[in-house]
């Protein structure tokens, strides 16, 4: 092992980890230039993808990394019943689910009423929103600003939104957690479902102590006007960029 890599994995990964959460290749690169060790960024990449392997440094998603082993699951199945539903009546309907219920883990104050949001094509709006109605849930369309009052948490109080074409999710129908903690920004925004402050919290601890695709979320974040700051509570400690 030359001396830069061996440099690399056994001094500077483990002092950027011990640092911050999170960090991005950048970051790696400051730092070996700060060292003076030379490395050219395709051998970086590769030597980066070796500690990957070698489970010194985890993939962080888009340029970024973390130490933190175990990646964030967020349990399905406080929605799980919407999906299946969904599924079996719409097939081919491109949709995602997530509930606020899924953030409790990481909550301070512990939720005691939820709101289900569902994604869906826009032209599936009404369709789907009819069809939940009918299976007696609580449904609002779409609501703005000036429907904000109507919406009320509760075990039957589902919320439809249009599917954001640039919104990160996986093969299934669950919002993954990149999605929720922007979405929830937003919402908490929107329809003052949570305090914002109480959301950057929430998303600071569940970021800290379960591994995130930060790269996607920051990614999500911009398309959706929102900054780091918007969506953590303390950002800088999290991330070192």
Known sequence: MSGARSSLCSDLLPAMKSKS????????????????????????????SDAMA???VHDAGRGWYSGIKEPCKLDPKPVKKIVKLLEKEFP????????????????????????TFVNVEKD???TVSDFLRGRGYDVYSNPGADRVSEVRAGDKAIVIRPLNSVAPHHDSHF????????????????LHI?????????AQSLAETSRISLGTLLY???????SKDDVFAEPNTLMEK
């Open 124 to 126: 599936g709006l009404s």
């Open 194 to 202: 949570i305090d914002p402050g109480e959301s950057k919290d929430m």
């Open 220 to 226: 999500y974040a911009d398309k959706r006007e929102l």
């Open 175 to 190: 919002s993954p957690p990149e999605a929720v903690l922007v979405d929830l920004c937003v919402e908490a925004q929107a």
């Open 92 to 115: 081919l309907l491109d949709f995602v689910c997530w509930s606020t219920q899924q953030i409790n883990p990481w909550m301070h104050h512990i939720l005691s009423k939820f709101i």
């Open 54 to 56: 070698q489970g010194i």
């Open 21 to 48: 959460p999170y960090f991005s290749m950048d970051a790696v690169r400051g730092l070996l230039d700060e060292k003076g060790l030379e490395i050219k960024d395709g051998t970086l990449r590769h030597y980066m």
